[in-house]
């Protein structure tokens, strides 16, 4: 195989994932164990990322804030749920300037603790609520088996953090944030994520109730992919996060916290790539076009580099995010392979003859080959531009979700169920005990990932697993 070459993805998909992180620029591996640099092209779509949802968020009412790295050890052990699932990933600081620290202090998992003492501070009277604050960071969990931008020991996200008067408010924003991870997902990401509610067994440490949003990758494994979570009562009482309502009664407040990370980069790469290298939704994508000028001399330079300048302007003065590939020590062939490793949606190719004919060439990066390449006129090339960047992203959507649709499947019983999750989703009634879950995890090591909030067949059923009655349908798969 060459050096330029990934290994196929039916071959292997792990290693694919891994050869294309690297070879396309996205992040590398930092000398600290588990941890990852992420490197310029993948850190630009990681900020197309943000804007997409700090838009969102904002829409929704919501302000940014920065809270503390650090967190003493004594708030995470107020919430014994909260500590008891993050302790084995806990990275935990005991010496500062030279000296052992009177008290450790954990680096960051989660900000719900230090966040919560905050809170306790601000919030005195009902006027006070809603508090709707989002903060961009980055947080540290000890992870032993560690993947780029699936599972890293540290990695970047985004958590919101609410707190409200009542139980209605808070749930109700639980699923207000849910819909605004599926809208960005769907329609910037054009990932056809199902939104459902977690488990017991599978919740939030600390949770009432967690929702999520799950996606299917290429190989059929499930990604959880952003995350809601109703809090209760729990931080709040731990917290003595209190209001006077409008009685003047004391009342503790009901959070919420939500999160979506640069895991969404891996969701993208895994749903959307191919054995050339990534395939970027337009939306995202660093660059949504890749200029190649040809020329095999110096007159022929002359009469070409004019008119792409010219078409490049005209390009980015519409807001397309366009490069200009005028590198002249590499052939165009190599700039193709090294763009479509890139992801770019759309390269456009112009040499002598298009100047002749006031034409370019456009190569659609989702559809390889002649059946992606058509000749346009140079005139409203914007406009065209735009147009097929509109198609590409609306394509890549009908792509994914025609295969998620077509890796989900019905079982009859529980021997069939078995053999849809080695390659694939089982949909089936469940009777919602953990020790079902625990058996089918046990027997495949797939698990519950959501209990879908549409979908659901409405009526009763028979659980897959011991035949008890149900009255919900869950996804069983197998996942990162």
């Given at each position: ?320 995010r366009v490069k200009m590939d005028d590198r002249e020590e590499v052939t165009p062939g190599f700039k193709y392979n ?143």
């Amino acid at each position: 195989m060459a050096e330029d070459q990934l290994t196929p993805r039916a071959e292997n998909f792990s290693d694919w994932y891994n050869e294309i992180v690297l070879k396309a620029e996205m992040a590398d591996y930092s000398p600290v164990r588990g941890c990852m640099v992420v490197r310029p092209y993948g850190w630009t779509l990681w900020e197309n990322i943000q804007q997409g949802l700090d838009r969102r968020f904002k829409e929704t009412g919501h302000v940014n804030a920065a809270f503390p790295l650090f967190i003493p050890m004594s708030f995470l052990e107020k919430e014994k749920e909260h500590v008891e699932g993050f302790a084995p990933e806990l990275a935990v600081v005991t010496h500062g300037g030279g000296e052992k620290l009177e008290e450790p202090l954990v680096v960051r998992p989660t900000s719900e603790t230090i966040i919560g003492y905050m809170y306790s501070k601000w919030i005195k009277s009902w006027r006070d609520l809603p508090v709707l604050i989002n903060q961009w960071g980055n947080v540290v969990r000890w992870e032993m088996r560690t993947k780029l931008f699936l599972r890293t020991a540290e990695f970047y996200w985004q958590e919101g953090h609410t707190a409200h008067a009542t139980e209605d408010e808070a749930r109700e924003e639980t699923l207000r944030m849910l819909d605004v991870y599926a809208d960005f997902a769907i329609n910037d990401a054009a990932i056809p994520v199902i939104k459902g509610i977690k488990s017991e067994t599978e919740k939030f440490a600390g949770a009432v109730m967690s929702t999520t949003i799950e996606a299917m990758m290429g190989d059929t494994k499930a990604l959880q992919s952003g995350t809601s979570h109703y809090l209760g009562q729990n931080f709040a009482k731990a917290f003595e996060i209190q209001y006077t309502d409008q009685g003047n009664q004391l009342q503790y407040c009901h959070t919420t916290s939500w999160g979506l990370s640069t895991r969404m980069i891996g969701a993208i790469i895994m749903t959307h790539g191919d054995d050339k290298g990534l395939v970027l939704p337009p939306k995202l994508a660093p660059i949504q076009l890749v200029m190649v000028p040809i020329f095999r001399s110096e007159d022929e330079k002359t009469l070409v580099m004019p008119v792409a300048d010219r078409i490049f302007s005209e390009l980015k003065a519409a807001g397309i995010r366009v490069k200009m590939d005028d590198r002249e020590e590499v052939t165009p062939g190599f700039k193709y392979n090294d763009w479509e490793m890139r992801g770019v949606p759309l390269r456009m190719e112009i040499g002598p003859k298009d100047v002749e004919k006031n034409s370019v060439a456009l190569a659609r990066r989702d559809q390889p080959g002649k059946e992606g390449k058509t000749f346009v006129s140079q005139e409203n090339i914007a406009s065209t531009v735009a147009s097929l960047l509109v198609d590409i992203q609306a394509a890549l959507l009908a792509k994914a979700t025609a295969f998620r649709d077509s890796n989900i499947h019905n079982p009859k019983d529980y021997n069939e169920l078995k053999k849809v999750v080695q390659d694939g989703w089982a949909f089936s009634w469940w009777c919602e005990s953990k020790e079902c879950e625990a058996k089918v995890k046990e027997d495949t090591k797939a698990s519950t990932r959501c209990i879908p909030l549409e979908r659901q067949p409405g009526g009763e059923g028979a659980c897959i697993v011991c035949g008890g009655k149900s009255t919900r349908k869950v996804y069983f798969a197998k996942a990162y």
